[in-house]
Nanobody
């Protein structure tokens, strides 16, 4: 079973940046796609980005495209989400997740999440 732990959240002003990290451990953690999704209070989960098991392909939700970048370091079993030009509407708990169809928003395992707050 895969175990996922997110870190890197915090409070920033609009226009600021944060880098989230997701450390994966467990069986075959190097061979799984990893996605980030977020959930704001009173709202449903929404997929943010995903990176393939190989790390060669990635995708982004329209509302973060051009601002967020996903990457993975297999040597460290870590996936990163670099978030630039943050907006108040990006405020949410961010989770990393995986599953056979993780890049199609079908997640079977996810971490406890890290809070991102964007406000002036």
């Amino acid at each position: 079973q895969v175990h996922l732990v997110e870190t890197g959240g915090g409070s920033v002003q609009p226009g600021g940046s944060l880098r989230l990290s997701c450390v994966a451990s467990g069986v075959n953690s190097d061979y799984i796609p990893i996605a980030w999704f977020r959930q704001a209070p009173g709202k449903e989960r929404e997929g943010v980005s995903c990176i393939s098991a190989s790390g060669l392909t990635s995708n982004y939700a329209a509302f973060v495209k051009g601002r967020f970048t996903i990457s993975r370091d297999k040597a460290k079993n870590t996936v990163y989400l670099q978030m630039n030009d943050l907006k108040p509407e990006d405020t949410a708990v961010y989770h990393c997740a995986t599953g056979p169809d993780a890049c199609r928003d079908q997640w079977t395992d996810w971490g406890q999440g890290t809070q991102v707050t964007v406000s002036s």
